[in-house]
């Protein structure tokens, strides 16, 4: 038995050792690497009706990826414009409300991070509470916000800003703010974390060495941050490009998520394999894609979990 | 390097909300100097700093810097540089970009920058460390960085927030020394802050002594030490026996003063107190324990003090004798070890001698906390 796994028991006594030890293999591997595991099988097989399930036909095939590119066989088109046309705008969005979000999201936690005074409690709670609703509810309190007879409209019609209202919803700002306003808290926490173990004679021995505060942030607080920035943006990006809710709730007619595509192959197509392939390319493009930016800041693995 | 500019502290005071920190500091501090604020964590000395560097703005009054008022300058404006008590060196950057981070700032290339943080690396004796980062350099070595890089920026007047309490003594001791060095190479005004009398002692050119956001005394060492203003600035700076009592008679510039417990003792007034002390007045009394000397049993009068002697401890260069006076007072006294026999005197009862020139004699007042 190697030395940690002794300590380990020694340290827990054998049977919570066991138990603690079951339980994170169980969750690890039953609900996590196994369930990803059957996906990635499914992703390799043909569609077939139950009976032939097991039959002369479930072999291993590409057909399912080349789908994504390539698109039904006999086509009217070379590829599959629409679904990969949706695919990279999902990436693309899912970067830009990662930026937009951090852009928003920085100035906050510095602020919080760096601010002294019982208020900054308040204020972190006032952060928190918005999210004791659902994600559901949330996402149709935007929706009220942004309609066409919604709380904006009225108000800038009302006032005579505009004179018809302004459709948010095709648009996509409608989706972008929900999409932005869901994971303000992934954004923000893990940054607040880190500044607010900033020593603060950082930042002044560098406005009294003569930095402007730009500079103060670029030079002194956003290295020292990056760490809990990294970790933040993965978690946006990441969640983001896999939403379904408020893409679902906030989209307009004409922007569907890739998520969506996925969703409608499992449940409205009942073509699971096709779904699975679809989940797996976007899974493992946006894993290369983090780590490509990790690669690019120079950002260690060890730095995301702070 | 820019020559060293004066600073003034003009009826300064700087409250927070109810709290007074600095009350009524007026101080004028040459350039060039090494001017050193002592006195206990909480008397006011960090604030007066901050005030000094732009951190923190004055409620009422003014600093001058050369002259000039400093009210609305920023810290990134002012002609100061601060090196913090724990140094704030930037844990990401190499120790050659701390250095000239305030060149940086002004676009310099980096050519020149690596050119004058060398020049900087050989006067604080650490060439060919630029690389390396500031985690990978010792305490000692880190501090010499942080006035580097405080130099770099060309200051007229250099701050240091005890600067040297994170060290252990023997670098302290050391850093005394060079700190003393940099600033008579550099010629600028130092102002130091720090709660060791030890530090200010050695390094200072003035010293002002605070206590509680008041400036009791502001000298040179050997008058704070011999001339205290105050019952807090002579049990403040050194070892002291303080003797209270009465003044029974004033006599020129010294005085009888009745004590409550050791009889009636002759001792000089301090200066600053000269023609202010008069019979009756609540007056202390200070001896240096180094001020006494073991007299012949049977002597007696105004500057003899009988005592029993407690216990003796022997320290190197002194013998530590722990007495107790009249009524049971404390008095300690050491003796200069000049390699002479010394017998024990611990049970015995002893006489005490002492100059009236050492002994000075301030009104009644708060004394330093042990």
Known sequence: ?306 | MSAGVGVDLENLWIRFGDFVAVRDANVNINGGDFFSFLGPSGCGKTTILRAVSGFLEPSEGNVLIGGKNMRGIGPNKRPTALIFQNLALFPLMKVWENITFSMEIKGASSAERRKRADELLDMIALPGQGDKLPSELSGGQRQRVAIARALCAEPHVLLLDEPLSALDLKLRQHMRTELREIQQRVGITFIYITHDQGEALTMSDNIAVMRAGVIDQIADGKTIYNDPNTAFAASFVGENNVFRGKIKQVMGTEALISTNRSGDLVARISTANQGKMKEGDSAMMFIRPEAFAIAPKAASGDHFVTARVNHEEFEGNVFNIFTEGEGGKEIKVSIPNHGQSFEDHTGQNITLEYKTDNAVIVPAGELAAE
Not at chain 1, 244 to 253: D, H, R
Request: proline share 6%; charged share 15%.
């Open chain 1, 1 to 306: 038995m190697p030395q940690f796994l002794k300590d380990f028991f020694n340290r827990n006594g054998t049977g919570m050792g066991v138990a603690i030890l079951g339980l994170v293999m169980f969750w690890t591997i039953g609900l996590i690497i196994l369930p990803q595991l059957s996906m990635l099988d499914f992703s390799f097989r043909p569609n077939l009706p139950p009976p032939e399930i097991g039959g002369p036909k479930d072999v291993y095939t590409l057909e399912n990826y080349k789908y994504l590119i390539y698109g039904p066989e006999g086509g009217s088109q070379d590829y599959n414009t629409v679904d990969l046309r949706v695919f990279f705008r999902t990436l693309v969005a899912a970067v830009f409300v990662t930026v937009f979000n951090l852009i928003i999201c920085y100035p906050i936690a510095y602020y919080l991070g760096q601010a002294e005074g019982s208020h900054i409690r308040i204020f972190a709670i006032m952060l928190i509470i918005p999210y004791w609703i659902n994600e559901i509810l949330r996402a149709f309190a935007l929706r009220i916000i942004f309609g066409e007879t919604g709380v904006l409209n009225t108000l800038f019609t009302g006032l005579g800003i505009w004179d018809t209202p302004f459709d948010f919803i095709r648009n996509d700002i409608a989706l972008y703010a929900g999409l932005g306003y869901a994971y303000i808290l992934l954004m923000i926490f893990p940054m607040y974390n880190v500044i607010e173990s900033l020593d603060k004679n950082q930042i002044e021995a560098a406005r009294d060495l003569g930095a402007p505060w730009w500079r103060i942030h670029w030079r002194v607080v956003i290295p020292y941050a990056k760490p809990g920035i990294s970790s933040g943006c993965t978690m946006v990006f990441m969640l983001s490009a896999g939403a379904l809710a408020a893409p679902q709730i906030l989209g307009g007619p004409s922007s569907l998520w890739f998520t969506q595509l996925i969703y409608q192959q499992f449940n409205d197509n009942n073509d699971w394999p096709q779904g699975a392939a679809y989940a797996i390319v976007l899974l493992v493009t946006c894993i290369l894609f983090v780590l490509a930016m990790m690669r690019l800041f120079k950002v260690n693995m060890g730095d995301i979990g702070k």
